[in-house]
């Protein structure tokens, strides 16, 4: 068996408009790599990190917590070092925390013969991710893990629905460089909601299961509308309703925050509407003094893969 893995952790957005912490996606673009190596002395070591200025003790990193709640539930006969080479930005809201979180487990899990399943590497991961958002939840988590979209049933047990991606369906994002902290972007929540913007939702994120199920990209489209969250997240995000008419404009299914933002991301089909959506942003922002980069992505249907 071998003693090292290099891994691809994956970038995801999370919500897809409607379902605000229990949908996400996978993409295949952008994303972290990982090196986790077996070792004879006992424990968790982070031994490189490049990219940005992280943590290197495992308690404060989210990949070294999330190690640290699997290493120590399965007491295996080693030790590990993480390598973590980090190309998706801290605070970004497409996963940052969740590709280190999930890449560690994923790759730890395969140098034992892979003993835990993909529920059960999420469940360790969540620990990791409860770091840097402040609760245990798993809509980045799932679709880094598992690939492709996912529904989070239910976090506690958790219970991840896996849903079909359509062949033609392509991501396009942007991401502000500024920073939001998911913690900050949960506070500004609202703790209760109207009712009918409740039915408007729930009825939101049903559509767009079925449409993910029978690749009814017309029902995408009407699906990928947030009343709920939205409406007090944007106005952290600058030049979000722009971005959003112009890419709508573009051609695109539809817009949202990807995440807790700044990134902002669309669907549509193909990947030449992708691109020209992609242009219709950079458009939006070069207008702008922020600096931003921006991304086409297919959806990944793998998730984490070995390197």
């Given amino acids: ?17 409607c379902g605000f ?27 490189k990190i490049e990219g940005y ?25 080693c030790g590990f070092e993480i390598e973590i080479y980090k190309k998706i ?8 925390s969740s590709a280190s979180a999930a890449g560690s487990v994923f790759g730890m899990n395969a140098l034992l013969g892979n003993p835990l399943n993909k529920t059960e590497l999420t469940n360790f991961a969540m620990k990791g991710e409860a770091l840097a958002s402040k609760c245990e939840h798993a809509d980045n988590l799932a679709p880094a893990i598992f ?57 939101n994120v049903g559509s767009l299961v079925h449409a993910l199920h029978t690749s009814d990209y017309d029902l995408i489209k009407e699906s990928l509308n947030d009343v709920v969250i939205e409406p007090y997240r944007k106005q952290l995000i600058p030049h979000f309703d722009d ?23 669309a669907l549509s089909k193909s ?12 458009n939006v922002y070069s207008k702008s003094n922020i600096q931003f980069e921006t991304y086409v992505s297919k959806i990944n249907t793998q998730g984490i893969k070995i390197l």
């Fill in 89 to 96: 930005k801290p605070g970004s809201g497409i996963g940052s």
């Fill in 147 to 203: 690939g492709g979209f996912t529904l989070v049933k239910s976090a506690c047990p958790l219970k991840v629905l896996e849903l079909p991606t359509p062949s033609d369906l392509f991501a396009t994002l942007i991401h502000p460089q500024i920073e939001i902290k998911t913690s900050e972007s949960r506070a500004i929540l609202p703790k209760e909601i109207p009712l009918s913007n409740a039915i408007t939702q729930w009825a």
């Fill in 1 to 17: 068996m071998k003693n090292e893995i290099k891994i691809f952790s994956p970038a995801t957005v999370a919500n897809v408009a």
């Fill in 53 to 77: 200025d992280l943590p290197f003790e495992p308690e404060k990193n989210v990949a070294g917590v999330s190690a640290l709640a699997m290493y120590n539930a399965l007491q295996p006969d």
């Fill in 21 to 47: 912490d229990v949908l996400g996606f996978c993409l295949d673009t952008i994303g972290d790599e990982m090196v986790i190596r077996k070792t004879e002395a006992k424990g968790i070591k982070i031994t």
């Fill in 271 to 282: 990947e030449a509407t992708a691109k020209a959506v992609q242009l219709a942003m950079q």
């Fill in 243 to 265: 971005v959003k008419s112009t890419v709508l404009e573009a051609g695109a299914l539809g817009c949202a925050i990807s995440g807790s933002g700044p990134s902002i991301f």
